[in-house]
């Protein structure tokens, strides 16, 4: 009787390992975006415990004024600064992208705006300086990113930010092919696409070496931790502007690529998939982690070639530039950022996630997935 009770006992089969196969399979599905949060949660508590400092050789000035709407390149006092660090042999990097090109009204519109304001003014209309107002300021804004332009054609070593194009600049823009990047026709392929068409005004297109993008990507979570030195334009790849400022930094070196190695002159930089670096952030606590000046007193400041020979200064309007959520800041400023990016470059410090990690993190889940199911060979389809 024993023996008819083990016989009709029934043996394990397979639903029970093949449901249980299927949930884990779903798991290590659904466990790949919580591997990349943990990964990032693991990163961004790293780079809060940060003692590094950033490098000496950047010095940032804020040229932030009560006008928020102003451009930079709008700003009477950037010729004179320009001239000034460049005489003081300084590597200047304006981190806002310069304007497409006004051109000055044609001049019967002119002639006939003034016999306009001057009919007014026999009516004694309040208006009447209203006009000569409106033409006053757009002479004086033409005038100063006149100036402005000049100041960079003159300079010796003028890092400019690569401007989006659209179907309203185009005319005035070029895409500048001596800026970007030289490397085989699959370089293309690994680069992640910039999110507009870059350009420079025709006026500056030649006037520089070296120019960079200087918009930063974020990841899913909004919190930017990682840039591709290589960005693709339309069927060219162009640097970032950190990258573009190295190279000028290493006497005009020219960007390029050798398969997937970045190149800058004979120096090869190490860099992880799409060119990518995770950057090495300096903590906000204590002093200012880069040397900032204001831009009114280091004008009345008399800059000597010592102080400022060979150093890369970055120009932004800090209270007015588009911010972004960083590990150790909520509102970094761009002109920050790009400044860290440089100081991870200078100095060799920033952080690579290896290609491979991915697939490591997915071999291992799968791996403890068949682990488990060789523990249970007879587990029951209730039990799974």
Not at 26 to 49: C, K, P, T
Not at 315 to 327: D, F, M, N, V
Not at 367 to 381: C, Q
């Amino acid at each position: 009787m024993h023996s008819n009770e083990l016989m009709n006992r029934r043996k394990p089969g397979l639903a029970g390992p093949l449901a249980l196969l299927l949930i884990l399979l779903a798991l290590v599905w659904a466990a790949g975006a919580r591997m990349m949060r943990l990964e990032y949660s693991f990163y961004d508590l790293f780079q809060q415990q940060q003692t590094s400092t950033a490098s000496d050789r950047i010095l940032v000035v804020d040229a932030s004024t009560p006008d928020a709407g102003r451009s930079l390149w709008d700003d009477p006092r950037l010729p004179g600064l320009i001239k000034q660090l460049d005489a003081a042999g300084a590597i200047i990097v304006p981190t806002e992208p310069p304007p497409a090109s006004t051109p000055m009204p044609d001049l019967r519109q002119l002639t006939k705006l003034l016999e306009l304001e001057q009919q007014r003014a026999r009516r004694n209309n309040k208006d009447v300086t209203a006009l000569s107002s409106q033409l006053a300021e757009f002479r004086k804004q033409f005038e100063n990113r006149a100036n402005s332009e000049a100041a960079v054609a003159k300079a010796r070593n003028v890092v400019l930010a690569l401007a989006p194009m659209n179907h309203t600049t185009a005319e005035f823009m070029l895409e500048c092919e001596n800026l970007a990047a030289t490397g085989p026709a699959g370089t293309l392929d690994t680069t992640p696409p910039a999110r507009e068409y870059l350009g420079l005004p025709a006026t500056l297109c030649g006037k520089t070496g070296h120019a960079g993008y200087s918009s930063f990507r974020p990841d899913p979570d909004g919190i930017v931790r990682e840039s591709s030195l290589l960005v693709r334009s339309k069927d060219r790849a162009v640097p970032t502007l950190a990258l573009a400022a190295l190279a000028a930094s290493l006497g005009d070196a020219p960007v390029s690529t050798k398969g997937q190695k970045l190149m800058i002159g004979e120096r090869s930089l190490s860099t992880g998939p799409g060119f990518g670096i995770l950057h090495r952030y300096y903590h906000q606590a204590g002093p200012a982690t880069f040397e900032t000046r204001d831009l009114d007193a280091l004008l009345t400041d008399k800059v000597t070639p010592d102080a400022f020979d060979g150093k890369i200064v970055l120009i932004g309007r800090l209270a007015h530039e588009t911010t972004y959520r960083t590990p150790v800041d909520s509102a970094m400023p761009g002109t920050l950022l790009v400044a860290t990016s440089l100081s991870n470059l200078l100095q060799g410090d920033y952080l690579l996630r290896p290609g491979w990690l991915p697939w490591a993190e997915l071999a291992l889940l799968i791996a403890l997935s068949v682990l488990l199911l060789l523990l249970t060979p007879e587990l029951s389809l209730n039990a799974a």
